[in-house]
């Protein structure tokens, strides 16, 4: 489990500052990072240390990728066989890594994906409901 404070958590949180205050706490073994309730960043070990990961959309994956930032994954089992699973968060590129202001775009990108996900989705149109066919294979008739 990792300690009540994080040294690396707090300087994540300074480092994201310009998408507003930040609040790290204890999630699933790492940090989530989240501001006015909602999280943009994560802190995981996935096998080569802590990292920093932010939180991303469909829409906006391809700056992650051009920014050659690597994708959160992780390995779990479906049916007894290993499976390859992702979320949509990416690590900060190293350079943003230095200070807030070089993470600010990036920070910015992460509550907009936050905030997209907190959105509520829009709902599908209503099917029209069947009749249910009575014993004889007939349609009931409407009252």
């Given at each position: 489990m990792p300690p009540k404070h994080?040294?690396?958590?707090?300087?994540?949180?300074?480092?994201?500052a310009s998408a507003g205050p930040c609040v790290a706490k204890r999630m699933f073994g790492g940090w989530g990072i989240s501001t006015d309730g909602l999280t943009i960043a994560i802190i995981a070990d996935l096998g080569s240390g802590e990292k920093l990961w932010l939180k991303a959309t469909d829409d906006n994956r391809h700056l992650?990728?051009?920014?050659?930032?690597?994708?959160?994954?992780?390995?779990?089992?479906?049916?007894g066989k290993p499976v390859?699973?992702?979320?949509?968060?990416?690590?900060a590129p190293e350079e943003a890594m230095d200070s807030a202001n070089a993470m600010a775009t990036w920070a910015r990108l992460a509550l907009q994906a936050?905030?997209?996900?907190?959105?509520?989705?829009p709902r599908r149109p209503a099917?029209?409901?069947?009749?249910?066919?009575t014993r004889?294979?007939?349609?009931?008739?409407?009252?």
């Open positions: 994080s040294e690396f958590a707090q300087y994540c949180c300074e480092l994201l992650w990728e051009a920014a050659r930032c690597e994708r959160f994954t992780y390995q779990s089992t479906k049916d390859a699973r992702g979320m949509n968060y990416y690590s936050a905030l997209a996900a907190k959105a509520p989705k099917t029209p409901r069947q009749q249910k066919p004889l294979g007939k349609p009931r008739d409407k009252v």
